[in-house]
């Protein structure tokens, strides 16, 4: 008995009593003390047992503190709602959601190069909202793509800017002219839509294909002479002095309606209340970036890199909305007719399901 006691305190005098403890925690010394009846072995069991309940009460305390001090209230994660927008001013307003969302959501924007990538990205479910131009979401909807607009983003932001130099005065002088312009942009609508008033077609221009935020760089390199562009490339142009803006082309039935927000046609169905929580942040941004030109141009700046000038003259341009009404519909209908006129589209949408008005906030 004496010397397996004697065996015990030489197994253990190099353990600490934290040692030991931790042994008995996970089952050691039960494989290696508890068949000892030693009276060192079941005193020191005892013993740990003990330290063991004092200091795991301590622990567990210690980690529960440290735990809340790090996470907070226990609650679930919040719902991240990814919002798709273009690199312009007048897609701005997804930068100003944060400021508006209620708790239990986050936003995360991803800006898109074109509106045709913005609009795959709503088909795809990469995004669940996406704003880009109106032309992009009747192309895909008339497709039978399940894209729908829940709201207008924006009005104006378009110009038709010739190089300072080129002796462009008229709109009639555009012709056999280069003219910078994106297909299936709405630019590219309204534009056509003004050669048609003119008695002119698209063939009375040399067409350049060129992305927007490629036309300013383009039209001071010389490799085309005018643009259907925008913001803030127009205002980018005449801050050089590089080029003058011909015209604002407001004048068709089609009027200043430009950028929409989209969904997928499944959120409408099935997530009609996280769309109804998005559609109350988008107008709250919208009113508030309206309202606020210094932060907006500040916003501009730090997400479009836009000097301070730039920015304030693109601004005078932008109508940020979110209101969807009767006359609003009626130009988007007739913009969707000159799409079927001009055979960039097969049939038209069914506008019945394709502009969805029962979700659109009541301020």
């Not at 932001?157 to 300072?164: D, E």
């Amino acid at each position: 008995m004496v010397a397996a006691s004697n065996a015990c305190r030489s197994r253990y005098r190099r353990k600490t009593w934290h040692a030991l403890c931790i042994e008995v925690m996970v089952g050691l010394v039960h494989k290696q003390v508890f068949k000892c009846t030693t009276a060192f072995c079941q005193d020191s069991i005892h013993k740990g047992i003990a330290m063991l309940s004092r200091r795991t009460l301590l622990a567990s305390l210690t980690l529960s503190a440290l735990a809340l001090s790090i996470s907070g209230p226990l609650h679930a994660a919040d719902t991240v709602i990814k919002v798709g927008t273009l690199k312009l001013i007048h897609g701005i307003t997804p930068y100003f959601y944060d400021k508006f969302t209620p708790e239990g959501y986050k936003i995360e924007v991803i800006p898109f190069e074109t509106p045709t990538d913005g609009k795959n990205a709503v088909v795809t479910k990469s995004v669940d909202f996406g704003t880009y131009g109106l032309a992009a979401a009747t192309l895909g909807a008339a497709a039978g793509e399940p894209v729908v607009i829940i709201a207008p983003q924006c009005n104006g932001g378009i110009a038709i800017v010739v190089k300072a130099d080129a002796g462009i005065g008229s709109f009639q002088e555009l012709k056999g002219k280069r003219v910078g312009i994106l297909p299936g942009s709405t630019q590219e609508a309204v534009f056509l839509d003004r050669l048609k008033s003119e008695g002119m077609t698209i063939k009375d221009v040399k067409s350049v294909r060129v992305s927007f935020s490629e036309m300013a760089g383009a039209l001071e390199r010389g490799d085309i002479d005018a643009y259907v562009g925008a913001e803030p490339g127009p205002s980018l142009s005449v801050i050089k002095g590089v080029g003058k803006v011909l015209e604002f082309p407001y004048s068709t039935p089609t009027g200043s309606v430009n950028m929409v927000m989209t969904t997928h046609a499944d959120n409408v169905k099935d997530n009609t209340e996280l769309t109804r929580v998005f559609l109350e942040v988008h107008r709250k941004a919208s009113e508030y970036a309206m309202g606020n030109r210094e932060a907006l141009v500040a916003m501009a700046g730090a997400k479009l890199g836009l000097p301070a000038d730039v920015a304030n003259l693109a601004a005078d341009n932008v109508e940020l909305t979110w209101k969807i009404d009767e006359d609003w519909i009626e130009r988007s209908k007739y913009y969707g007719s000159l799409m079927l006129e001009r055979k960039q589209i097969r049939k038209l949408p069914d506008y019945d399901s394709f502009i969805v008005t029962g979700l659109n906030p009541q301020p």
